[in-house]
């Protein structure tokens, strides 16, 4: 049934992107001058979860750097990484500079010269920028002139909603692009695309993929899980095909596997907050706060901790809130 596992992984980059063909030229334009050795036009990319943000961010710069024959380029997730210097290693480590061998007691200037000193254009991929340390980095790479960033977020209104002012203009002087929830139709291409790079393809039969996409309401990444899910019952002989049946039958694992991923990928604090939420069934943002604090030598703002809490209720679907301001309540999502 399997003949390209890599093919059903969340982070596989396809060699057809399907139904983001405007996105994709946005994106190539703004980068167009690499081609001429000069540092491209800083991007912002918005949309919701499972919408294909991070995967035409690195299928573009895969591109270029192929028209280009290559250039520097780094890659982080700010939720896995604990603060404002991490995020900055693990860019300049990813771009192929060097980097000090160990974090604790580099300064932040230190690593802008790291930037400075590349004799090339280097560009940065910073996702889950909205649950960055300290947003001011955005501004601090925007005065390295031979750096450019990618910055991708879920909400545009929600990024700049609490941003500096001087922070705020350098990332409203960058080129937008924003993407939607896929239809229920280009999901099916999507999944047909994995199909063919990676399953017997006669093994999946008629209804199955539109089942697919109809129960993952608009995400790639669910309709991509359900997929994979469905196709290792196949693999494993406890089904005979892929069919409707199957795909019902496997959507609640399905999910349960993209929370695990979700929550593996959260970052020290991000995930503190979140266990301190699946520990307590129901906590108020005081009490949650006040035990977050007393658990950690480094604490985050009581901004920044409102912020993992709408990521982790508002994008990824695993905690839920009742009440407003000081009265909000927090429980797992069910």
């Given at each position: ?304 901790v409102r912020r993992y809490l709408e990521k982790l209720e508002d994008y990824y679907e695993l905690i839920h809130s009742t009440g407003t301001t000081s009265g909000t309540r927090y429980e797992l999502q069910t």
């Open positions: 049934m399997i003949h390209n596992e890599a093919a059903l992984r969340p982070e596989y980059i396809p060699r057809d992107l399907y139904h983001r063909e405007g996105q994709i030229e946005v994106l190539k334009g703004a980068l167009t001058p690499l081609t001429a050795g000069h540092p491209p036009d800083n991007v912002t990319i918005f949309g919701p979860s499972g919408s294909g943000k991070t995967t035409i961010a690195k299928y573009v710069m895969e591109r270029v750097e192929e028209e280009t024959g290559g250039f520097a380029w780094g890659y982080v997730s700010c939720l896995a990484e604990s603060s404002t210097a991490d995020v900055y290693h693990r860019l300049l480590e990813d771009a192929g500079h060097g980097v000090p061998m160990q974090r604790q007691g580099v300064t932040i200037g230190s690593y802008l010269d790291g930037f400075r000193s590349c004799p090339e254009p280097i560009v940065v991929v910073i996702d889950e920028a909205d649950v960055l340390p300290d947003r001011g980095l955005l501004a601090k790479l925007y005065e390295v002139s031979n750096v450019s960033w990618i910055a991708i977020a879920a909400d545009e209104h929600g990024f700049l909603a609490d941003l500096d002012s001087g922070v705020e203009s350098r990332v409203r002087s960058a080129e937008t692009i924003t993407l939607d929830r896929y239809s229920i139709d280009e999901l099916v291409d999507i999944l047909q695309g994995r199909v063919d790079a990676g399953l017997a393809s006669h093994k999946v039969k008629s209804g199955a993929l539109e089942e697919i996409a109809d129960r993952a309401r608009g995400n790639a990444r669910d309709a991509i899980a359900i997929l994979r899910r469905a196709a290792r019952r196949v693999q494993n002989d406890q089904a005979s095909r892929l069919n409707r049946q199957l795909v019902v039958d496997v959507e609640s694992d399905a999910r349960e596997d993209v929370r695990d991923q979700q929550i593996g990928s959260l970052g020290t604090h991000m995930r503190l907050v979140f266990e301190i939420v699946r520990e307590a069934g129901e906590i108020s943002a005081g009490d949650l706060y006040d035990d977050y604090e007393s658990r950690i030598s480094d604490p985050r703002t009581g901004r920044t």
